[in-house]
């Protein structure tokens, strides 16, 4: 899996995460996450700002598709 892009939203003091994927050189899909509280919506673009790039990593397929 290759994260292809990786955003926060919302408030910095309660933000929830998207980030979209590809697998195998497809798309892969789109995964929202929320950090202590369920996400539930899908952001609007203007609601999204980048990721620091440390954070955003392949993941390898060796370890269940858990983001590091």
Do not use: C, W
């Amino acid at each position: 899996m290759t994260i292809l892009s990786d955003y926060l939203y919302r408030p910095e003091s309660m933000p929830f995460g998207a980030f979209v994927f590809a697998h195998d050189d497809t798309l892969g899909g789109l995964e929202v996450y929320g950090f202590g509280k369920t996400a539930d919506r899908l952001p609007s673009p203007e609601e999204l700002r980048p990721m620091e790039k440390s954070t955003s990593e392949q993941v390898s397929g060796g370890n269940g598709g858990q983001r590091r």
